[in-house]
């Protein structure tokens, strides 16, 4: 490292007894409701001790606390799928504003002077089940305004300091900043946390690094001219590191040092390799293909249950769909739409983004109208998208409403009530929405791309009469083939008996996070493994 970009801390008070945990395997207490008790997979020690294997998360969000959208719901119901293979994580955060209201007066672990320029401290808290370091640095995160963007909806003009500095912070408690507990692996997320291991490896740090690619339209690229200021040496500024197109990149960065990268499904991970999909790194990820893996993202069935979900008014079961249409009728009122007709009540919620495509439903939704259905849209994105959506929903007063927002309990709320979702994404990694669509009984309308392609079956007449259909499925991802897409739907909805058997199938559908969890907890422990740490379980295959 450059001389002077160390930073120093200048106090570590006594770890919380519960971070540091005894060596030995430890019994697991059961998530969900399955009745599992799994014993922890135990690595040893050089000195052989053992212990539970412990991971550092880093990220810009997690459920409940911060979220702009499905990263958030991963980073937070990942680690708790995690526990049930014995698997320990700690999720290092920014302290945006919500965050440190929730801490009252904690005492700090250990305290920056000089965190890339700003003061910064690391506090322990537990918080919904969830272990959290929290990286307090009001210069960098206490400020009004989203995660990445200020009050008028524009980028943070300090992102790369913000996000340089939770990395940064990262691979210092990788190194061992706090007596009693070091990460056996690091977990990255996205462009935001992807330097964690860029500074890992200037420091000399080995241990074991997954990045997890969510979404790689975001790649962090900033100017060179910053390598100075990130403490960085002028030598990272080369093709095999952080090089990009004339700047540097923080995800090209994190997927040149990490020792494994995951995305969020199979299919994704497939199509980042092409140009079309890799968006500037399928060259790098063709390098490193021998340590890509895709595993779908699960959903957490306790949050997303319409039996139990607290933003729903009438709760329900895959046996009681009778209720899901007395939601239907609040939800059309909450939105100010007439009563519903005798089409299906179409929706959306999203990201209004070009990723997304919800430009062609601006120019599809009449499809629905036509048919004496609903349309609601909730979301917020791009201008000019919120404008043709705004100005489709002016046409049809009483039949279509767009609301621009994010609101997590409107959200619950449009997936109880709504027949059908519409998700036309011109690319989509893995896609939460059409999981819990599915979930709540509503039938997704979704473009054949990446997650979509493998998590949704359409409703052709081999998978009916199969019994295996969830949805409809478009392609090529286009305004005709999406109004072809509806059109399909509606005309289903008409027979109410395929439509329950559609609902039905979608119900029972598996994605809970349990097969997903063993798959990272593979990763984790091949990584430990040929790192030359022995890893010992009884709950996984290994
Ligand atoms: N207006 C609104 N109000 C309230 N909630 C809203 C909302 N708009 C969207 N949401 C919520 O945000 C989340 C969106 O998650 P997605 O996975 O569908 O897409 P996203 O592009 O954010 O995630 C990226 O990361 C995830 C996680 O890996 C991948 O699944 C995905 O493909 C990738 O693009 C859902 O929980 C949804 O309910």
Known sequence: MEAGTMNAFISIPDMDPAMDPKGGPRICRKLGSGARVNRAPVV????????AMKILSVTSEIFPLVKTGGLADVTGSLPKAMESFGVE????????????????????????????GVRASLIHARIDGLNLFVLDAPELYNRPGGPYVDGTGRDHHDNWRRFAALSRAG???????LPGWT????????WQSAMTSVYMREMGCRTPVVITI????????FSADLLPALGLPPSLYSTSSLEYFGDISFLK???????????VSPTYAREVLTPRFGMGLDGVLNERVSVLKGIVNGIDLDIWDPAIDPHVPRNYDVNALRRKRENRSILLEKFGLDAPGRGPVVSAVSRLTWQKGFDMFASTADEVIHNDGRVIVFGQGDRDIEQALLATAARYPGRMAVHI???EPTAHLIHAGSDAIVQPSRFEPCGLTQLYALRYGTVPVVSRTGGLSETIIDANDAAM?????????FHPVTTDGLRLALRRAIHAFEDPKMWARLQNQGMKAKFSWERSAQQYAVVYADLLRKAGRTVRSTSLAL
């Open 44 to 51: 040893e020690r050089g000195n052989g001790e053992a212990a």
């Open 89 to 116: 994580t700690t999720s290092l955060i920014p302290g945006y504003p919500k965050v440190m209201d929730m801490l009252g007066n904690a005492t700090p672990l250990a305290v920056f002077e000089d965190l890339l």
């Open 171 to 177: 691979a210092e408690i990788a190194m061992g900043l």
């Open 183 to 190: 990460p056996d692996i690091v977990h990255t997320h996205d």
């Open 214 to 221: 969510h979404n790689i339209a975001f790649q962090g690229q």
């Open 253 to 263: 960065g994190g997927l040149q040092t990490a020792d494994a990268i995951t995305t």
């Open 405 to 407: 927002g994010y609101d």
């Open 465 to 473: 009469s199969a019994r295996v259909a969830t949805g409809f499925q």
